[in-house]
């Protein structure tokens, strides 16, 4: 029978699982300039041997006379290398790199370009960015930070708290790094949108690794494949890399979370978007997150990484932990045959509701959730000796959605509660991340204790 609502009433609908906040959620900043002005700068790092190479490229508007000077300057304030005009290459030798958190002793090292433009009338304009020199590169099974085989152990995070709902808030931001580096992660996803600029700079200075994914998210209408959302799509890409290009945490673009890309327009709308992205970008990896059949995936041949979400024993198989290990192998394992390229676990987990216990594990409880994860993790255990290249768990923190029979006053799924107080599960996480990075470091399984002093980890 039809349901009967009032005339005129109406819902919005939206196609995701996170509450759809209104209202501003970052600071507006109005600034001035002068009327000959530095409007954008792009570098692109690269190594050879100890030297570090820094390629810009400052693009001035308002005026043609002007001149430009720039100085990289490094942690302590000496100039190591200076160029002069509108683009060049700035050469230091003995190059401190920018390492990932638990990567090395020194993570996170970034220098300061410097740019500074005069013009005749002496206005001049003043610009320094920071610049972490690093390079990016994937082969078939490995995904190369500095030339070295990186790991993603970290987390998808998103920007909710209780009170300032998705609203930026410093204090929310600095726990949130302090609980990653508890944690032992050294990387998240921005699901699924792009992040304040402010959680990027501190990515850069805690050494904590980016997949940066643009809002798209919930396409998963037929129609939503046509000209003017791919053009759309287009934009929102040139957008994001244009704000987020600089960032030495940034090392891969993600320009869809679970799209519908087993339909058949899919291949050309992925052919097409990505194809875009490289060229706007060539010196990162783009890749999408997939839920779609290995076999099916239409948009997973233009990516140079797969990205694979999968809820065993969760969204089917409800309570049987038994199927979760051989679900994910042959996930795997046909993903890696079919495409031949490294695969990361973008998401896995389970609901948990804080204080819930069960034994045996029962959905929602503590104990379910935590039995999800090791099931997970045996395999991983496994494939990460061959082509897997990283684990993201959905979700660092409870979040809220909009209400459904599916949702116990939101999204469970953290291994923190929304207020930030760890469950079961983080203590599983973090015993499991920090064995992960000892061993990468060649200090084997044993625990190496954590400092939390203004450098993020020494050894
Ligand atoms: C995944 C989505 C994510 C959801 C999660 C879940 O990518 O946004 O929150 O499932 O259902 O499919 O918990």
């Keep these: 029978m039809p349901l009967w609502y009032p005339k005129g009433y109406f819902v919005q609908d939206t196609k995701f699982d996170f509450f759809n906040y209104a209202g501003l959620h970052r600071s507006v900043v109005l600034y001035t300039t002068p009327t000959t002005y530095i409007d954008d700068i792009t570098v692109i790092t690269n190594v050879d041997q100890d030297i570090g190479l820094v390629d810009y490229w400052i693009s001035v508007q308002g005026g043609e006379h002007f001149q430009l000077e720039v100085h990289l ?4 304030g000496k100039v190591v290398a200076h160029g002069t005009g509108n683009q060049g290459q700035l050469q230091v030798p003995g190059v401190n790199l920018w390492w990932p958190y638990l990567m090395h002793e020194r993570p996170a090292y970034l220098y300061s370009l410097e ?9 001049s304009d003043f610009y320094t960015l920071p610049v972490g020199i690093r390079t990016v590169a994937v082969t078939k099974s490995k995904f190369l930070i500095n030339g ?16 300032r709902g998705k609203g930026f808030d410093w204090p929310l931001l600095i726990k949130d790094f302090n609980l990653l580096r508890w944690l032992g992660a050294n990387s998240f996803r921005t699901s699924h949108y792009p992040y304040s600029e402010e959680v990027l700079q501190l990515c ?4 904590i690794v980016v997949i940066d994914e643009c809002p798209g998210v919930g396409i998963v209408l037929p129609q939503s494949f046509g000209n003017e959302s791919l053009r759309h799509h ?3 890409m040139e957008e994001l890399v244009r704000r987020d290009k600089n960032h030495p945490a940034v090392v891969m673009w993600s320009v869809a979370n679970e799209p519908l890309s087993a339909i058949k327009p899919a291949a050309y709308y992925f052919k097409t978007l990505i194809t875009h992205t490289k060229a706007l970008d060539l010196t990162r990896p783009v890749t999408f997150v997939s839920n779609a059949k290995y076999d099916a995936d239409l948009g997973a041949p233009y990516v140079d990484v797969i990205c694979i979400n999968s809820y065993f024993s969760w969204y089917h198989d409800y309570g049987h932990l038994e199927v979760i290990q051989p679900q994910l192998n042959s996930q795997f394992e046909n993903w890696y045959k079919t495409h031949q390229k490294p695969i990361i676990q973008s998401e896995y987990g389970a609901d ?8 045996p594990p029962r959905m929602f409880s503590e104990e379910y959730q935590k039995a999800v994860l090791e099931n997970y993790h045996s395999v991983l255990d496994q494939k990460r000796k061959e082509y897997v290249v990283g ?13 459904s029979p599916m949702r116990v006053v939101g999204n469970k799924k953290g291994i923190f509660t929304r207020q930030r107080q760890p469950k079961t599960s983080a203590f599983i996480l973090r015993e499991r991340y920090w064995r992960i990075a000892n061993e990468s470091r060649g200090h084997g399984s044993e625990p190496r204790t954590q400092c939390f002093g203004s450098r993020p980890f020494t050894f």
Excluded: C
């Design 73 to 76: 300057l490094d942690e302590d």
């Design 115 to 123: 740019v500074k433009m005069t013009t005749p009338e002496s206005v």
């Design 148 to 163: 070295k085989p990186f790991y993603f152990h970290g987390v998808n995070k998103h920007e909710d708290s209780d009170i």
């Design 204 to 207: 850069d200075r805690y050494g």
């Design 234 to 236: 287009l934009e929102v």
């Design 352 to 359: 948990a509701i804080p204080g819930i216990h069960e034994d």
């Design 391 to 403: 684990e993201l768990i959905w979700n660092f923190a409870d979040f809220m959605t909009n209400q």
